[in-house]
DNA sequence: CCCGAATCCCCGTGATGCCA
DNA sequence: TGGCATCACGGGGATTCGGG
């Protein structure tokens, strides 16, 4: 079984099934409760479980290229890898006490969280590869093309010594000031729909738009607002418009670029 | 005062390598 | 093999500065 996804065929690996007990049951796993410094250190946002544990076949030890992760054939996320087998089996697969603090790895947290709370839910979880050694490239496409709804908006900041220039990778950010994040793209792909030369939009619109809150700095400098020296202007500029009058905490006046 | 540009800092991501 | 610490990297947030 193949999917075309981004213009790429990925191949089917396997339903993500985690493990259950004798009964059938999910078993939910606390590894978080299983840390011996968990006093003196926080956990990260995703550490607080409850998590699973789950396996791909051992017949993908090695391959390395672009993983999507489907509910109910939905793709939700796209990940690259090195090896294929030990991303899932070593890392979302089965977290670790220590993974659930600061300092852990909580994509992977986040990852079997959903995945558990999917399945949770009736779900059906779906793994797919595409065998590549342009993984970084064909992510990068994807992810910018499709938006997949699991992949953070923020880069992937590994290594890229080993790494061409034309497939470093660069995704957005989710950073924030809360579990509210904005997505400014929504801001990119509402500007783009815009008729005429001006738009004013006040800020409680622009959080609608952007369907999280705009950052403090937002509401106190007018240089967020800035047409440039920043790359998150590029949300506007893209779309053809900069801003002209802003009324910082009221509205932003939206001005056809070249106007 | 307005605006653009520059800069610093924080932090998420995931690969790598070491150790038990 | 599993668990963990460490690292490079770069985008976004926050702030400052200088020109007009």
């Not at 990260?44 to 017949?59: A, L």
């Not at 672009?66 to 697969?93: F, H, K, P, Q, T």
């Not at 093309?145 to 992949?151: C, E, G, I, M």
Request: proline share 3%; net charge positive.
């Amino acid at each position: 079984m193949t999917l075309n996804i981004g213009g790429h065929k990925f191949q089917f690996v396997c339903n993500i099934l985690p493990e259950t007990d004798s009964r059938g049951v999910i078993s939910e796993l606390f590894p978080q409760d299983l840390y011996e410094k968990k006093d003196s250190v926080k956990l990260h946002k995703y550490g607080n479980g409850p998590f699973c544990k789950f396996k791909i076949p051992d017949c993908w030890l090695g391959r390395q290229g672009v993983y999507a992760i489907l509910i109910d054939d939905n793709m939700v996320y796209i990940g690259e890898c090195e090896d294929l087998l030990v991303r899932y089996n070593s890392g979302y697969g089965n977290i670790s006490p220590r993974n659930c603090y600061i300092g852990g790895q909580s994509t992977n947290c986040k990852i079997n969280s959903n995945i558990l709370q999917e399945i949770k839910n009736g779900k059906v979880i779906k793994l797919f590869f595409y065998e590549t050694s342009e993984m970084f490239a064909v992510e990068d496409d994807i992810i910018s093309r499709l938006h997949p709804a699991w992949n953070s908006k923020s880069g992937n900041k590994r290594k890229h010594t080993e790494l061409p220039k034309s497939s470093a990778k660069t995704k957005s950010v989710e950073r924030n000031r809360s579990n509210n994040s904005p997505q400014y793209s929504l801001l990119t792909q509402y500007l783009l729909n815009l008729s005429g030369n001006e738009y004013k939009l006040t800020y409680d619109q622009l959080e609608q738009i952007v369907e999280g809150e705009l950052p403090n700095s937002a509401y106190k400098h007018r240089a967020w607002w800035g047409n440039g020296g920043h790359s998150h202007a590029n949300y506007w500029l893209d779309a053809g418009w900069q801003v002209g009058t802003v009324n910082l905490g009221k509205y932003v006046v939206f001005v056809k670029a070249g106007c």
